[in-house]
């Protein structure tokens, strides 16, 4: 393969922050057609929250980190316990009963790559921290596994015009879309609440990892600027037949969150 | 004429397939076709397409509608998306 000239891909010379090891990390993702070292540098400078480092948040985060993203602020209360092993690929057997799934999540990630910053947040994403949490991100991954959580998130990004990558596998199912405040839907345009969902819901691992790994991907479009984010896309994936299905969603004007007079 | 529904999550269990073909009268609309399922699958199936509980996306053909009065035609596929929160 040849090599990849990072000068002149860019017309300037090596960002000083990315060090030749750092550059080294991603090498081959630099050569992608249209990525390169100018795309590389704005995911070096942008920070995800992900809330919930689970099936869906912990695939993700690992995703984001081995891309190189800066700064991952991971939040998630708690305890690694062991019904969560089946979709949890960040932690490890000896944490359970004992470690904080963010704490647990990063000093994982951190061994993935050692150029990422990782905040470990041993916190739940609630009314007390919402605010503060989503201000100290350029993008938020959604990974929660209830829908006032979800909501919650969803009425700060749009308050602070952040975007939100929006993520839930249940049972052989799953889907992803982005929500780009005052562009997309946000997540109350779609409606999505049941007052019937709870805890365990039944989930197969590689049905939650290849969302998570889906929206991981949105998150580095969406920061980047490379490819075509699901703006007013929600991609729906059918794990039995293994297909997808990419559903048209629209704003709503009188959304009580996005609308026009919110 | 003839229209599918499909749907996923528990109402795809409790109709047994993600799929189905229903035979409509001309100008049925979207609501009709909802009404005749939940009528066909029972009580929990109703519920879950009409009741109040849960916010659910329906859709034509893959795109998301305002207003479930509109009507159908022939070969439509008509979707009832439930929520996931899963993570």
Redesign the interface.
Known sequence: MERFDRTVATGMPTPMHLTEEELGWVDWQLTLPGFGLEKQYKLKSSTALVSRVGGVGSPAAASLAMAGIGRLILAHGGHVEPFHMNRWPLASTEQIGRVNPAVSAAERIRKLNPHVEVVAVPEFVSPENVQRLVAQADIVVDGAPYFEERHLLNRECVRQKKPMVEAAAAGMEGFVTTVIPGETPCIQCLGFHSKDWSLPFPILGAVSGTVANLAALEAIKVLTGYGEPLRGILLFLDGVSSSFRRIKVRRNPACPVCGDRP | MQVMFSS??KLRHLIGA?RIRMEVPAETRVVDVLENVAERYGAEARALILGE?????V?VN???I?QSTIAVSDGDEVTV???????
């Open positions: 996923n999550g993600a509980r849960s916010g659910v996306l859709l893959d795109e998301m305002e998306l439930l929520p996931m929160a899963g993570g």
